[in-house]
């Protein structure tokens, strides 16, 4: 019985390593392992640029159901990537990556946030919060190459969730650090607002902020400023997800309006386009950098004059028209062997109709009409 507890737990152990996808293919970057506040194996990516001085750090996060897969090696339409930026502009870049055997990739961020809690950020608040203080202290271990005192985080979809979470923690628990964030497509939740964001992962019967006890998701905003400040860089497009309910933009301006009136700093970004479509990374790491060169020692980062125009975005569907070959193969690997399998079908596929992978290829066509041909639930 004993042997049979071994082999599993070895098993066991062996999938839960296998399941980390931390990887750069450049050489300044490197895939380092810390654990977590459940004491799960994780890890990180960090890029580290070759300089004299200690460099400040720049996270992102990544959305729900992605990874840490190739750092920071998307480019955006100026055909630059941040790791580029990164190397270039002498600060480290790590992308962290949230629990990919467990939930899929989808950070473990509080499920009830209320005046009340304020934002959680104890350990036992969140698995996640002693990963980023497992991060922070490692790079910190290394003072001569990294700079612990200017952080700043960033991400898109959950990752811009997480982006604001993690900022309200780090404020709390290195208040000198973080002078800025950066979300982009996904803001502030309320309670009731009407805006249909992705499923609670810790009770799929209600979405994020909509729990009998929840009153926000990601944060709650103090009433007041911020000491010392923290500056909100608030990105989105005015489709996401879509033209006819763009719920996520929707909280974008939600929590531009919040911030604003607590007293904090707020610069915003809205172009057209849909979910976590970037224009220009140079802005983002701009608004970040905020004019201090806490995170840019050169100052701005010239952007093509005039800032790349937004994309046109995607036309409707057509009356009758169905989901693309693109949105198709994506519910088939969310759901693989299910299409046309009824309730089973759609009950998969609603715990992953906000993945990436979706997200990026089922919208503009209406959420029922994917279920009905994918599943013919209908």
């Given amino acids: 019985m004993k042997l049979v507890l071994l082999v599993s737990f070895v098993t066991l152990h062996c999938m839960i390593n296998a399941a980390l996808k931390c990887s750069t293919t450049l050489p300044e970057g490197s895939v380092i392992n810390v654990t977590d506040g459940a004491g799960n194996n994780r890890c990180f990516v960090v890029i580290t640029p070759s300089s004299t001085k200690p460099m400040p750090i720049a996270f992102w996060f990544h959305g729900a159901g992605g990874s840490a897969n190739h750092c920071g090696e998307n480019?955006?339409?100026?055909?630059?990537?941040?790791?580029?930026?990164?190397?270039?502009?002498?600060?480290?870049?790590?992308?962290?990556?949230?629990?990919?055997?467990?939930?899929?990739?989808?950070?473990?961020?509080?499920?009830?946030?209320?005046?009340?809690?304020?934002?959680?950020?104890?350990?036992?608040?969140?698995?996640?919060?002693?990963?980023?203080?497992?991060?922070?202290?490692?790079?910190?271990?290394?003072?001569?190459?990294?700079?612990?005192?200017?952080?700043?985080?960033?991400?898109?979809?959950?990752?811009?969730?997480?982006?604001?979470?993690?900022?309200?923690?780090?404020?709390?628990?290195?208040?000198?650090?973080?002078?800025?964030?950066?979300?982009?497509?996904?803001?502030?939740?309320?309670?009731?607002?009407?805006?249909?964001?992705?499923?609670?992962?810790?009770?799929?019967?209600?979405?994020?902020?909509?729990?009998?006890?929840?009153?926000?998701?990601?944060?709650?905003?103090?009433?007041?400023?911020?000491?010392?400040?923290?500056?909100?860089?608030?990105?989105?497009?005015?489709?996401?997800?879509?033209?006819?309910?763009?719920?996520?933009?929707?909280?974008?301006?939600?929590?531009?309006?919040?911030?604003?009136?607590?007293?904090?700093?707020v610069e915003t970004h809205y172009g057209s386009g849909g979910h976590c479509q970037f224009h220009s990374f140079a802005v983002m790491l701009n608004c970040l950098d905020d004019g201090t060169r806490r995170l840019l020692p050169n100052g701005n980062i010239p952007t093509q004059p005039p800032t790349p125009s937004s994309p046109t975005p995607s036309p409707p569907p057509t009356p009758g028209s169905g989901p693309s070959v693109e949105c198709i193969n994506a519910c088939n690997q969310v759901c693989p062997n299910l299409q046309g399998k009824g309730e089973e079908c759609e009950t998969c596929l609603k715990k992953h109709e906000w993945d990436q992978v979706m997200l990026k290829n089922c919208p503009p066509t209406p959420w029922a009409v994917t279920l009905k041909t994918f599943c013919d639930a209908y």
Avoid at 104 to 122: A, F, K, M, Q, S
Avoid at 153 to 182: N, R, V
């Fill in 75 to 265: 480019r955006d339409p100026e055909r630059k990537s941040w790791s580029q930026y990164a190397l270039e502009q002498k600060f480290a870049l790590v992308c962290a990556e949230a629990v990919q055997y467990d939930h899929g990739g989808e950070w473990n961020i509080p499920e009830v946030i209320t005046n009340n809690t304020g934002t959680p950020c104890n350990t036992t608040d969140s698995l996640d919060v002693d990963y980023m203080k497992n991060i922070v202290n490692t790079l910190h271990e290394k003072s001569n190459i990294y700079d612990t005192s200017r952080i700043f985080t960033a991400g898109c979809s959950m990752g811009s969730a997480f982006s604001l979470y993690s900022a309200m923690c780090i404020h709390e628990w290195f208040p000198d650090s973080q002078s800025s964030f950066m979300t982009h497509s996904t803001g502030l939740k309320i309670k009731g607002d009407g805006l249909k964001f992705p499923r609670d992962l810790y009770n799929p019967d209600y979405s994020w902020g909509e729990c009998p006890k929840c009153e926000y998701f990601p944060a709650q905003i103090p009433a007041t400023a911020l000491h010392p400040s923290l500056k909100a860089c608030i990105f989105d497009n005015t489709e996401d997800p879509t033209a006819n309910k763009p719920y996520f933009y929707t909280s974008s301006l939600q929590l531009e309006k919040a911030w604003k009136q607590a007293g904090n700093k």
